[in-house]
């Protein structure tokens, strides 16, 4: 399996900062038809997870140009610039790659 | 506007097994895969399987290969998952969500606690 291992484990923050988190996986996550199929997630508390981009770097329907995703092969980062109160919850990195489909542990974001 | 509506929370004793719905709506249930996640208390998400409607061909991840059976009914858009002689580790909330190309999960459902005690 994809083990998918990200950093940190939770971070602090201040209001109209910005953070970056890693996720790294074990195997290249390049499709043999050379896509790579890197999702990001935020769970906020008591509700499921929402997609935020999807394929390393684009970002779904209604999400802000203040979250970018960016890397290759076995490396990423999550951006999030001018931090709001409603980014606050668990973000998770997940892979599409290989079966069976996993996700990184997750990082919480946390106001400082 | 697509919508994933789950069956409700369930109580369920040792031993015994579960089965949970996903009704689908808002798009064609037959164009995407449907996948389940499992998420203990406090813990991450963990990728159960997914179905293909259209073809009702499953993948499983090994791990659950045995305690979970997925199953959808073309006739009412609705996926279902079955857990099986369940034990206190099968407590948690359980997903589905819709698959798109690149294995992405766009739309979730509410998510279904399912508590296992006697």
């Known amino acids: 399996d994809v083990v998918m291992t990200q950093t940190p484990v939770s971070m602090s923050v201040s209001l109209g900062g910005q953070v970056s988190i890693s996720c790294r996986s074990s195997?290249?996550?390049?499709?043999?038809?050379?896509?790579?199929?890197l999702s990001w997630y935020i769970q906020k508390p008591s509700q499921s997870p929402q997609l935020l981009i999807y394929k390393v770097s684009n970002r779904f329907s209604g999400i802000s140009d203040r979250f970018s995703g960016s890397g290759s092969g076995t490396d990423f980062t999550l951006k999030i610039s001018r931090v709001e109160p409603d980014d606050l919850g668990v973000y998770y990195c997940?892979?599409?790659?290989?079966?069976?489909?996993?996700f990184g542990a997750g990082t919480k974001l946390e106001l400082k | 506007e697509v919508k994933l509506q789950q069956s409700g929370d369930e109580l369920v004793r040792p031993g015994a097994s579960v089965k949970i719905s996903c009704k689908a709506s808002g798009y064609t249930f037959t164009s995407y895969s449907m996948h389940w996640v499992k998420q203990r208390p406090g813990q991450g998400l963990e990728w159960i399987g997914a179905i293909i409607p259209i073809i009702d061909t499953t993948e499983y991840n090994q791990k659950f290969k045995g305690k979970a059976t997925l199953t959808a009914d073309k006739s009412s858009n609705t996926a279902n998952m079955e857990l099986s002689r369940l034990t206190s580790e099968d407590s948690a909330v359980y997903y589905c969500?819709?698959?798109?190309?690149?294995?992405?999960?766009?739309?979730w459902g509410q998510g279904t606690l399912v508590t296992v005690s006697s």
């Open positions: 997940g892979q599409g790659t290989q079966y069976p489909y996993t």
């Open positions: 969500a819709r698959g798109t190309l690149g294995g992405s999960f766009a739309y």
């Open positions: 195997q290249s996550l390049v499709h043999n038809n050379g896509n790579t199929y």
